[in-house]
């Protein structure tokens, strides 16, 4: 189980990846994944839709990281638009395939549900999804947590108390949310420690390497972005080689810096670039 190998190994280094969009995708996927288990990752965590219709295409990644290279796979699995059939369903298949952890969130909700399917949805918070799966299923649960607050959330001390009761529930290890700051990383480990969150935290780490993904990446995370990133975007943004490079030594920088700080674990969100992730671990 991942929650074991937090207790032998200081940090964790894991990746997330996510599944292929098309069918006829799946070959290159499994190429990728294979390049990075030559990384030797302690796990490797594989994205959900959030509305869970695209279930299908984690699982087959996931029981393809699990069973065919025999590394930890830890599948997201999100709840805003499921019913508890679509939920039980989807971990019995999950077991079936011999998967045996999630990383259980609630999800966004997706621009199509109305009001009235949100305010009614069958699991209200991914605490629910937690505990519902550690009453009714054999799978080990993980959960989201985020050093600079969840967008919902008023303020950063309610954030934190649902936090712990997602850990009480049953999340035995936490990943952030991507973040380009460690002092809100470190800052945020501390409070959570001292509001009595003691399971491991893994550093979400999101390597910028063209000028077109920040303004996504940021936009979906909601993640600031310091002075220090801004001017390595303004600096390189027509030199796409120089920024590629910039962007992979600045997320080892970070990375180092974590270690330094005892960090649990590094998770690093790879976008499916094997070679990025490459060029980072040997900086680390
Ligand atoms: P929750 O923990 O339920 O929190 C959501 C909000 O509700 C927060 O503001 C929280 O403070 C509040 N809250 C929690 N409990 C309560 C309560 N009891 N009462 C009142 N308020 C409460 N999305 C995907 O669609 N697919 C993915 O694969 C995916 N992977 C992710 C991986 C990581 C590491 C992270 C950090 C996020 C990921 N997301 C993914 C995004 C995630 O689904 C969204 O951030 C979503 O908005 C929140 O999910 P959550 O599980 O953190 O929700």
Request: hydrophobic share 50%; proline share 0%.
């Given at each position: 189980m991942i929650k074991d190998i937090f207790k032998d190994k200081k940090p964790t280094l894991s990746f997330e990846v996510f599944p292929p969009k098309k069918e006829d995708d799946f070959a290159n996927a499994f190429s990728v994944m294979d390049a990075l288990a030559v990384l030797k990752p302690d796990f490797i965590s594989v994205t959900y839709g959030a509305g869970g219709s695209k279930s299908k295409k984690t699982l087959e990644i996931a029981s393809y990281i699990q069973n065919r290279l025999h590394i930890d796979a830890l599948a997201h699995m999100t709840c805003v638009g499921s019913s508890r059939e679509d939920i039980d369903a989807v971990a019995s298949q999950m077991e079936q395939e011999g998967i045996r952890q999630v990383l259980a969130l609630r999800g966004d909700r997706p621009a199509t549900m109305s009001d009235e399917q949100f305010n009614s949805r069958a699991f209200a918070h991914a605490s629910d999804l937690i505990a519902y799966l550690k009453a009714n299923t054999s799978l080990h649960m993980a959960g989201a947590c985020y050093p600079e607050k969840h967008f919902e959330a008023e303020s950063f001390e309610e954030d934190l108390r649902h936090l712990k009761e997602k850990c009480e529930a049953g999340a035995e290890f936490l990943i952030t949310q991507l973040?380009?700051?460690?002092d809100s990383f470190l800052r945020f480990r501390e409070t959570a420690g001292k509001a009595g969150i003691s399971v491991p935290i893994c550093a979400g780490i999101m390597p910028i390497t063209t000028a077109k993904q920040i303004g996504t990446t940021v936009s979906l995370s909601g993640s600031s972005v310091p002075k220090k990133m801004a001017d390595m975007i303004a600096a390189y943004a027509d030199n796409p080689a120089d920024l590629r490079k910039a962007g992979i030594e600045y997320a080892a920088e970070q990375i180092r810096g974590l270690k330094a700080e005892g960090v649990d674990g590094i998770h690093i969100y790879t976008m499916n670039r094997p070679k990025v992730a490459a060029e980072i671990v040997g900086m680390i």
């Open positions: 973040f380009f700051d460690n």
